[in-house]
């Protein structure tokens, strides 16, 4: 079975600019989560969704938006970029077998600000 | 505010020699708490869900352990594939988000 996926996998971008990244869950998982990772720290909760319903955000400026679609596959937005953006955003999913606690993460997007 | 705290930050281990990490969490209501294995440049690795004090789970040379105030994951006998880095997360009950709040990491380097 395919796990999490993520694309792109890497991407370079100006301050200013805005950015798109995008996840597939695991097949049969209906929620996923974004999360931000700066080197040498842990994971950041930014958003998650539900039966494309958001259902819970962390404390990320409104620069930063998500949605889920029919297929149960996200994206994520960043508006306004600034050079603090750089990270590994991280998406994972998770609702297999009705578990929505367990979360399974894919590869995530390097995105460097310049 | 939930907060998790891991120590040490860092730790280099002989292979074969077995040690622990521990983390140290603050949460109102856990809902569970997780372990995660991540290489550099990739995503973090599932390995454990503990739900409740007492609770232990194992998987080959690693087993974690849960109080209500600190989880330890245990490795036996390491082997250099074992390096990573140990993630330990907390899920508060209530609400309608599972999300993950995540401690720092402890960075585990396994010598030859």
């Known amino acids: 079975d395919a796990g999490v996926t993520q694309s792109p996998t890497h991407l370079i971008k100006t301050r200013g600019q805005h950015v798109t990244l995008r996840c597939s869950p695991i097949?049969?998982?209906?929620?996923v989560s974004w999360y931000q990772q700066v080197l040498g720290q842990g994971p950041q909760f930014i958003f998650q969704y539900y039966e494309k319903e958001e259902r819970g955000r962390g404390n990320f400026p409104d620069r930063f938006s998500a949605r889920q679609f029919p297929n149960y596959s996200s994206e994520l937005n960043v508006n306004a970029l600034l050079l603090g953006d750089s990270a590994l955003y991280l998406c994972?999913?998770?609702?297999?077998?009705?578990?929505?606690?367990?979360?399974?993460f894919g590869p995530g997007t390097r995105l460097t600000v310049l | 505010e939930d907060q998790v705290t891991q120590s040490p930050e860092a730790l280099r281990l002989q292979e074969g020699e077995s040690s622990s990490l521990n983390c140290s969490y603050t949460v109102s209501g856990l809902r569970g708490l997780f372990w995660y294995r991540q290489d550099p440049g990739k995503g973090p690795e599932f390995l454990f869900t503990l739900y409740s004090a007492g609770e232990e789970k194992e998987k080959e040379r690693l087993k974690a352990t849960l109080t209500k105030k600190e989880s330890f994951l245990h490795i036996t006998a390491p082997k250099p594939e074992d390096s990573a880095t140990y993630l330990c997360?907390?899920?508060?009950?209530?609400?309608?988000?599972?999300?993950?709040?995540f401690g720092s990491g402890t960075q585990l380097t396994v010598l030859p």
């Open positions: 997360a907390v899920q508060a009950a209530g609400g309608s988000a599972r999300q993950l709040t």
């Open positions: 994972a999913s998770s609702g297999g077998t009705g578990n929505y606690n367990e979360q399974f």
């Open positions: 097949s049969g998982h209906k929620s």
